[in-house]
């Protein structure tokens, strides 16, 4: 086992000392870098990307090419859990994901199982292991799940919504049936998490995309429920080395505590919220990953510069702080950018530490 020639990302994680603030950015392979586009290209789309391991470790590998990033994530989706359900994922050009049997029938419901990754995941798998192999230790890779919860959003609307309306009816008129597709989901996900790390994941990631749109009751009963089961099913080590694992939920703010309270060792915050004022509310229970609003991106070099400072400033001196975005970077976002934004946190939080 190759130890890491640099490890901040895990060290912030654990909350341990660091020289620097370490920075990865969700969606830091995408449509803003030409060189992605053109890997998609010879992929077909982006799904056939996704299933191809060797191009799907290329995408992972671009953001590190061009950027003094501290992780790479693995080039995949959420929805490749429901689509080994048998749901039939497909991307309509410029509509985002839809799927070809959402889940409508009670019956379908009942006949959902999760898939063993070894089987019906493997070319996640593959490019798990292809990638932290073409790493060679430089930077660790992230693996990555959706929530229980915001899988079975796409699974039961269909698609993006924005509203999930048939989502949230189901969810008051039948919970049985909601609990029932989140069963399933938290196995599948777990399953999956540790197949990522037995593959070589150093890190795992649990995206809760829609689980800020519920109201407190129904959050803690069908979404943090479901993502404390994942964490608690989790191998924390691999190879005798500690495996930290992140839960960001989009809107979560309301419920920091809650969040930190499930075991997990670092927490994404969105911007909505200020990362001092959470930092205060979480105490050294866990760390904090965020929180730019990805939007800053798209102007100035001086109002990233700003804007970073201010986050930095905010969580102030000492451990715990992992700099990233408060949701995914926009396709619009010049990559000069995010060369100006990488600077300035790089030089700016060594005062920090
Ligand atoms: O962070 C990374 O670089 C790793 C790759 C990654 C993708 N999707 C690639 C992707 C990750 C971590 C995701 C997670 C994901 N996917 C989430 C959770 C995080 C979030 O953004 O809230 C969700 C909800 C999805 C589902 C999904 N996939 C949507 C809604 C869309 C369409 C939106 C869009 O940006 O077009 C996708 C497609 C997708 N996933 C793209 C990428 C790079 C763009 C597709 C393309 O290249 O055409």
Known sequence: ??????????????????????????????????????????????????????????????????????AAIVFSDILTIPDAMGLGLYFAEGEGPKFERPLREEWAI???????????LRYVLDTVSQARRALAGSVPLIGFSGSPFTLACYMIEGGGSSDFASVKKMLYQRPDLLHHILNVNASAVTAYLNAQIEAGAQVVMVF???????SHAAFHEFSLAYTARI?????????????????????G????????????????????????????????????QGNL?????????????????????SYGRGNGH?????????????????????ETVRGASASYH
Request: proline share 7%; net charge negative; charged share 20%.
């Open 1 to 70: 086992m190759t130890k890491l020639k640099n490890d901040t990302l895990i060290r912030a994680l654990l909350r341990e000392p660091v020289p620097y603030t370490p920075t990865w950015l969700m969606r830091q392979a995408g449509r803003y870098l030409p060189e992605y586009n053109q890997t998609r290209a010879r992929a077909g789309n982006f799904l056939a990307l996704c299933k191809n391991p060797d191009l799907a470790t290329e995408v992972t590998l671009q953001p590190l090419a061009r950027y003094p990033l501290d």
């Open 110 to 120: 009942r006949d959902l199982t999760a898939p063993d990754p070894a089987d019906h």
């Open 208 to 214: 809760d995309t829609w689980g800020g749109m519920l």
């Open 231 to 251: 964490v608690a099913g989790l191998k924390r080590e691999h190879d005798g080395v500690r495996v930290p694992t992140i839960v960001f939920t989009k809107g």
């Open 253 to 288: 703010g309301g419920w920091l505590e809650d969040i930190a309270a499930i075991g997990c060792d670092a927490v994404g915050l969105d911007w909505t919220i200020d990362i001092g004022a959470a930092r205060a509310r979480v105490g050294t229970r866990v760390a904090l």
């Open 293 to 313: 609003d990805p939007a800053i991106l798209l102007s100035s070099p001086e109002a990233i510069q700003r804007e970073a400072g201010a986050i930095l400033a």
């Open 322 to 342: 992992v700099f990233n975005l408060g949701h995914g970077i926009s396709q619009h976002t010049p990559p000069e950018n995010v060369a100006a934004l990488l």
